[in-house]
């Protein structure tokens, strides 16, 4: 069963367009990771600086592998730089209907 791996990073208006690119980057890089599926970036209409990506990944075990794995990756360093506020992620699973 695929689970969902939701970051959420919140840059300050000074930051938002770097932000934004160094975001499309780290999920860019995930293509090449064993047990990504996709994802889905998505922008605050309010505070375009609050970004949500919601990804899916084969298991949770690959997603905290990568996670581990990337930690150190200039491009996180640099989305942690940028952001005002520890960047947040957490695991979710799709409930069934009814």
Do not use: C, K
């Amino acid at each position: 069963m695929a689970i969902y791996s939701i970051w959420e990073s919140y840059f300050p208006q000074e930051a938002t367009r770097d932000g934004q690119e160094v975001t499309e980057r780290i999920w860019e890089d995930m293509r090449d990771f064993e047990g990504y599926l996709g994802h889905e970036l998505l922008a605050d209409l309010d505070d375009p600086g609050h970004l949500l990506v919601v990804s899916r990944w084969d298991s949770q075990e690959r997603a905290d592998q990568v996670l581990a794995e990337y930690a150190g990756h200039p491009n996180a360093a640099t989305a942690n730089r940028l952001a005002d506020r520890p960047r947040r992620r957490f695991i979710a699973a799709r409930l069934p209907p009814g």
